[in-house]
């Protein structure tokens, strides 16, 4: 049985058809298994003998937009993608917290030469610290001191398409530990 974490994409808890509870029966009702969800912001976790991640992405999207409105994005990171990307250990020495946020932004289809693109890419309270092919996730640190958010995300999105989610780096880290129970 595989593990996997859907990261979905523009998932606001207000919205009546958003919360958890419905998100779980959707992903029940595809007939996947051990279905949790962690946060309010669209992490769902599952057990599934598919292995075909393009075609769970479709099949999960058709069914939250049919049984429940949402257009949104659903972009699907094994157990062990995402353990490998903890792994890395790719922000030595820093803390998430108010001032210093760390973000893993994940991509659907990352383009070629990503981190050329990504290194010529400067903007105060942005620091980008790379890009992880594996787990095709761009990972950055956003200083919170500015007295202006930085337009990364609205760059991200122009650059890469809106088929693309970021999570802090903690939700990522409770992703994992709830794969592992």
Do not use: C
Request: net charge negative; charged share 30%.
């Amino acid at each position: 049985m595989n593990r996997y974490a859907a990261l979905l994409r523009g998932i606001m808890p207000t919205n009546p058809n958003m919360k958890n509870e419905k998100l779980r029966a959707v992903f029940e009702g595809l007939g996947f298994e051990k279905v949790a969800t962690l946060l309010s912001s669209g992490n769902v976790v599952f057990h599934s003998t598919d292995t075909d991640i393009p075609e769970l992405e479709a099949r999960i999207q058709d069914a939250l937009n049919s049984e429940l409105g949402i257009p949104g994005g659903t972009i699907i990171r094994s157990y062990e993608e995402l353990r490998d990307l903890l792994d890395t250990d790719p922000f030595p020495g820093l803390t998430h917290g108010r001032e210093t946020y760390l973000t893993a932004t994940f991509l659907k289809q990352p383009p070629p030469k990503i981190t050329e693109e990504l290194q010529k890419r400067g903007e105060p309270g942005v620091r980008i610290v790379g890009y992880d092919e594996k787990a095709r996730v761009v990972l950055s640190v956003i200083d919170n001191t500015e007295p202006r958010t930085p337009d990364y995300m609205a760059w991200m999105e122009k650059t890469y398409s809106k088929e693309i989610t970021t999570r802090t780096w903690l939700t990522i880290q409770k992703v994992v530990k709830k794969l592992e129970a």
